[in-house]
T-cell receptor, first 114, second 114 residues
Framework: DAGITQSPRHKVTETGTPVTLRCHQTENHRYMYWYRQDPGHGLRLIHYSYGVKDTDKGEVSDGYSVSRSKTEDFLLTLESATSSQTSVYFC?????????????FGPGTRLLVL | QQQVKQSPQSLIVQKGGISIINCAYENTAFDYFPWYQQFPGKGPALLIAIRPDVSEKKEGRFTISFNKSAKQFSLHIMDSQPGDSATYFCAASSRGNSGYALNFGKGTSLLVTP
């Protein structure tokens, strides 16, 4: 998985609780992304980062926040989890330069919100 | 608003046959078109990608055909094998100042029967 780890890999939580998912890369790539995958929707972008402390919203950012204090770590926080946020979350990375478009995905975090 | 439309949703092909998956897009700013392969419980893995300046790209048994005027592209898997059984996603992205977020199709579940 291209030097990308995600933690936790599985999580069950209750509605209304905050949840933080972590993406860690060892590739020193500049760009990092969070996607969610739901049946019938493919993958949809939540947030992305183009450098330390530089982040921007994606298509489905409501209810999510992100932070990137180090190149290697990109955190996704569900501020108050809802059942609609039950999903599989994937982190992706891409490098600077000619490889910008090529994204490599982590193994995913399966989140269940009860 | 799905920016990339993918069909069929599912596909069953006999071993040795040709699997064909189609995608269409509207945004003419898209200039990078990758295909990802995903096995159950794993993250998507880049299979092959194309830019609009070429009409076809082949890597082993996998070929992308690209029709810029029709805004369509397709994945052909020649001599399909049971090990190719997976979900395939097409995607598209465009150059920007803040990353190259991918817009995914909804996916095609491919089953190759022995």
């Amino acid at each position: 998985d291209a030097g990308i780890t995600q933690s936790p890999r599985h999580k069950v939580t209750e509605t209304g609780t905050p949840v933080t998912l972590r993406c860690h890369q060892t590739e020193n790539h500049r760009y990092m992304y969070w996607y969610r995958q739901d049946p019938g929707h493919g993958l949809r972008l939540i947030h992305y980062s183009y450098g330390v402390k530089d982040t921007d919203k994606g298509e489905v950012s409501d209810g999510y926040s992100v932070s990137r204090s180090k190149t290697e770590d990109f955190l996704l926080t569900l501020e108050s989890a809802t059942s609609s946020q039950t999903s599989v979350y994937f982190c992706a990375i891409s490098e600077e330069g000619s490889g910008k478009e090529t994204q490599y995905f982590g193994p995913g975090t399966r989140l269940l919100v009860l | 608003q799905q920016q990339v439309k993918q069909s069929p949703q599912s596909l069953i092909v006999q071993k040795g046959g040709i699997s064909i998956i189609n995608c269409a897009y509207e945004n003419t700013a898209f200039d990078y078109f990758p295909w990802y392969q995903q096995f159950p419980g794993k993250g998507p893995a880049l299979l092959i990608a194309i830019r609009p300046d070429v009409s076809e790209k082949k890597e082993g048994r996998f070929t992308i055909s690209f029709n810029k005027s029709a805004k369509q592209f397709s994945l052909h898997i020649m001599d399909s094998q049971p090990g190719d059984s997976a979900t395939y996603f097409c995607a598209a992205s465009s150059r920007g100042n803040s990353g190259y977020a991918l817009n995914f199709g909804k996916g095609t579940s491919l089953l190759v029967t022995p």
